[in-house]
């Protein structure tokens, strides 16, 4: 069974920082392009982040410079290590990964065919 445990929302105050964590089970989720995404109430799934196969990194323009997605290969584990959250930050984060080792990598949401139960982040002023 292939799984996608993700870990680490909270509630924090902005300018706080938090890290999510994305356990990847039945598979080598290195061989895999990974990312994150995120979804506010009443709006569609964006992608934050995302990493390929080699090491390329994709994030959004929304949380470049503050935001950085990361790859434990031992630990078979996806992190997004978040700074400087701002309150437009509030959502449910989930972790995804693309159906097959040659799948395109970026951040949409067609790219992925595999996702986790998501995790939420609240961020307040």
């Known amino acids: 069974l292939e799984l996608l445990v993700e870990s680490g929302g909270g509630s924090v105050q902005a300018g706080g920082s938090l890290r999510l964590s994305c356990a990847a089970s039945g598979y080598t989720a290195s061989n895999y392009c990974l990312g994150w995404f995120r979804q506010r109430p009443g709006e569609e799934r964006e992608g934050v982040a995302a990493i390929n196969r080699s090491g390329g990194i994709w994030y959004a323009d929304s949380v470049k410079g503050r935001f950085t997605i990361s790859r434990d290969n031992d630990k078979n584990t996806l992190y997004l290590q978040m700074n400087s959250l701002k309150p437009e930050d509030t959502a449910m984060y989930y972790c995804?990964?693309?159906?097959?080792?040659?799948?395109?990598?970026?951040?949409?949401?067609?790219?992925?065919?595999?996702w986790g139960q998501g995790t939420q982040v609240t961020v307040s002023s």
């Open positions: 995804a990964r693309a159906p097959s080792w040659s799948s395109p990598c970026s951040l949409m949401r067609g790219n992925f065919g595999y």
